[in-house]
């Protein structure tokens, strides 16, 4: 297996208009990264099992984006993206709980890998917990922004 980075913004938009707040802010928790175009998440080799030739198995990655504002009333986390993948479909699920709760990974987009796409993309679409996480003003089905894996 390939050692992978995840590359993603999450939602270029939503960055847009984070920053744009007064008291916006948009961070990375390590090991995640804040890049110019993002954010780049760190592969976790031990509980990954992956094969890039079929798009088949499971990439856990770690590191948290994480995205406030309105003092308070908008707080998104994005935390240890897990992408599970059959024959180039599947999901990008995140992890939620932890303090009082156990930490469960919910499916936050459905994805599908971009036929031919060097390093490999994947098209991600809200699922309803992701409409959760993200706020009412998206809806179910929504494209978020494109998925990078790149094999280091």
């Given at each position: 297996m390939s050692d992978f980075e995840l590359h993603w913004s999450v939602k270029d938009s939503l960055i847009a208009y984070i920053?744009?707040?007064?008291?916006?802010?948009?961070?990375?928790l390590e090991p995640a990264t804040r890049t110019e175009s993002g954010f780049t998440?760190?592969?976790?080799?031990?509980?990954?099992?992956?094969?890039?030739?079929?798009?088949?198995?499971?990439l856990q990655f770690l590191g948290t984006a994480h995205f406030t504002g309105h003092w308070g009333m908008m707080n998104i986390t994005i935390k240890d993206p897990r992408i599970e993948l059959t024959s180039g479909h599947g999901t990008l699920s995140?992890?939620?709980?932890?303090?009082?709760?156990?930490?469960?990974?919910v499916p936050f987009v459905n994805v599908n890998v971009i036929p031919g796409s060097h390093p490999l993309m994947l098209t991600a679409a809200l699922t309803a917990e992701g409409r959760g996480v993200m706020g009412e003003q998206y809806s179910v089905g929504q494209e978020l922004s494109t998925v990078t894996?790149?094999?280091?």
């Open positions: 920053s744009g707040l007064e008291d916006g802010t948009v961070e990375a998440f760190a592969l976790n080799e031990v509980a990954s099992d992956f094969n890039a030739d079929t798009h088949t198995g499971e995140i992890a939620q709980g932890g303090i009082l709760s156990p930490e469960v990974h894996l790149v094999a280091k």
